[in-house]
Protein backbone atom coordinates (compact mmCIF):
# COMPACT_ATOMS: atom_id res chain seq x y z
CA UNK A 1 0.00 0.00 0.00
CA UNK A 2 1.56 3.37 -1.18
CA UNK A 3 -0.41 5.27 1.60
CA UNK A 4 -0.69 8.48 -1.09
CA UNK A 5 -3.75 10.46 -1.85
CA UNK A 6 -6.39 9.13 -3.29
CA UNK A 7 -7.63 11.90 -6.25
CA UNK A 8 -11.45 11.60 -5.90
CA UNK A 9 -14.37 13.57 -7.60
CA UNK A 10 -17.22 15.26 -5.08
CA UNK A 11 -20.51 16.00 -6.16
CA UNK A 12 -22.64 17.55 -3.57
CA UNK A 13 -26.51 17.82 -4.68
CA UNK A 14 -27.93 20.78 -2.96
CA UNK A 15 -31.61 22.66 -2.71
CA UNK A 16 -31.94 26.60 -2.64
CA UNK A 17 -32.13 27.59 0.76
CA UNK A 18 -30.69 24.89 2.61
CA UNK A 19 -28.68 25.87 5.46
CA UNK A 20 -27.22 22.49 4.97
CA UNK A 21 -26.24 22.62 1.59
CA UNK A 22 -24.63 25.56 2.71
CA UNK A 23 -22.65 24.69 5.34
CA UNK A 24 -21.21 21.91 3.02
CA UNK A 25 -20.09 24.35 0.39
CA UNK A 26 -18.87 26.45 2.99
CA UNK A 27 -16.52 23.79 4.61
CA UNK A 28 -15.45 22.21 1.41
CA UNK A 29 -14.47 26.03 0.28
CA UNK A 30 -12.30 26.87 3.75
CA UNK A 31 -10.56 23.85 3.58
CA UNK A 32 -10.09 23.98 -0.02
CA UNK A 33 -11.43 20.54 -1.61
CA UNK A 34 -12.84 20.93 -5.04
CA UNK A 35 -16.56 19.76 -5.16
CA UNK A 36 -18.62 20.12 -8.17
CA UNK A 37 -22.15 21.84 -7.05
Not at 11 to 23: A, E, M, S
Amino acid sequence: MGGGAEAVSIVIYTKPGCPYCQQARDYYNSEGIPFTD
